[in-house]
């Protein structure tokens, strides 16, 4: 359902951008190209960690913070309002479960690359966008220690996957000079992971992985 809404708020702020612009400002920015580096905080939304299918209660990943790159050095379509943009960014954070029937600790490491599809407003200061993409996100599940239902270890170790993921985003630019801008974003992502530990006979650990990102950052247009 959160998932839903999130969509279902995106289409809608999609549907305003729509609407009649001044055309100065369409034509001056709209066959601009940017790259641009950002640092994000992540509040995960989901966090379901289950080890053999054997959900690990009230398991949760950490409050982190990360970094990332976009460039839409691109074609532009529909006269700049729609265009691709390529994506990489990632984040370190920790996995627990309090003390219990079942427990886990371990360290978490994602890195992401994305392909996204946005719309843009390309008006001459403020400049607000919507997007969606899909790509790959690799990640690697460190110091791992998981324990099923009747409290004994059943892995230990470090694991590692490559998943596709997907996301929805929103946000915008401020010029503050003629090519250098501010901008903030709210993202979803969302992943799932399979990991098997370096002991092939230890269990399938699986992580549905989905989070907020609050980002803010600096480009440049060319």
């Known amino acids: 359902m959160p998932r839903v809404l999130v969509m279902i708020g995106l289409l809608a702020l999609t549907v305003c951008m729509a609407g009649p612009a001044q055309a100065a400002d369409e034509s001056s920015r709209a066959d601009d190209r940017h790259v641009s580096l950002y640092g994000f905080g992540l509040l995960p939304a989901t966090s379901?960690?289950?080890?053999?299918?054997?959900?690990?209660?009230?398991?949760?990943?950490?409050?982190?913070?990360?970094?990332?790159?976009?460039?839409?050095?691109?074609?532009?379509?529909?006269?700049?309002i729609l265009r691709l943009e390529a994506e990489v960014f990632g984040h370190s954070s920790k996995v627990s479960a309090?003390?219990?029937?079942?427990?886990?600790?371990?360290?978490?490491?994602?890195?992401?690359?994305?392909?996204?599809?946005?719309?843009?407003?390309?008006?001459?200061?403020?400049?607000?966008?919507?997007?969606?993409?899909?790509?790959?996100?690799?990640?690697?599940?460190?110091?791992?220690?998981?324990?099923?239902?009747?409290?004994?270890?059943?892995?230990?170790?470090?694991?590692?996957?490559?998943?596709?993921?997907?996301q929805a985003f929103v946000g915008t630019r401020a010029y503050v000079s003629e090519r250098v801008y501010l901008f903030g974003e709210y993202k979803f992502f969302s992943t799932n992971y399979h990991y098997r530990s370096n002991a092939a006979t230890q269990p399938l650990t699986t992580l549905e992985f989905q989070t907020h990102l609050f980002a803010g950052g600096i480009g440049m247009a060319f």
């Open 48 to 80: 379901d960690l289950r080890v053999d299918e054997v959900e690990v209660t009230d398991a949760s990943i950490s409050r982190a913070y990360g970094v990332g790159m976009k460039a839409d050095w691109f074609p532009a379509l529909g006269g700049g």
């Open 98 to 166: 309090p003390a219990g029937a079942t427990t886990a600790t371990g360290n978490l490491t994602n890195f992401n690359g994305m392909l996204n599809l946005l719309a843009r407003h390309p008006g001459q200061t403020l400049q607000s966008y919507v997007g969606a993409g899909i790509g790959f996100s690799v990640s690697r599940f460190g110091s791992a220690r998981l324990s099923t239902g009747n409290g004994a270890t059943t892995v230990t170790g470090d694991a590692a996957d490559a998943a596709f993921a997907y």
